[in-house]
């Protein structure tokens, strides 16, 4: 399985970006699929998640403003950021967790900057 993100860049405080997370198969139904971030010096944190049932999460710092969706049949995976702070500032990351196997991939990155 490959992950390819895309949709990454510099955005002032208060603005959006869509990240998008291709996906090399059909892999949703039996992939959690989840976006994390890890900001310069800072550990990596999960942003949001979507199980292969369509159960979604998300973390206590970009809850009621970011959104993750999937598009199954684009085996693609979005991300919606709105009302972006400085401190969401970091390498955006897809994974991909097989549901009953030892099993995870990784994406390679997208950077998200968030200045004025």
């Known amino acids: 399985v490959q992950l390819v993100e895309s949709g990454g860049g510099l955005v002032q405080p208060g603005g959006s970006l869509r990240l998008s997370c291709a996906a090399s198969?059909?892999?949703?139904?039996?992939?959690?699929m989840a976006w994390y971030r890890q900001g310069v010096g800072k550990q990596r944190e999960l942003v949001a998640g979507v199980t292969s049932g369509g159960t979604i999460n998300y973390g206590a710092s970009v809850k009621g403003r970011f959104t993750i969706s999937r598009d199954i049949a684009k085996n693609t995976v979005y991300l919606q950021m709105n009302s972006l702070k400085p401190e969401d500032t970091a390498v955006y990351y897809c994974?991909?967790?097989?549901?009953?196997?030892?099993?995870?991939?990784w994406g390679q990155g997208t950077q998200v900057t968030v200045s004025s």
């Open positions: 994974k991909a967790d097989h549901d009953w196997r030892q099993i995870s991939y």
């Open positions: 198969g059909s892999i949703f139904s039996i992939y959690t």
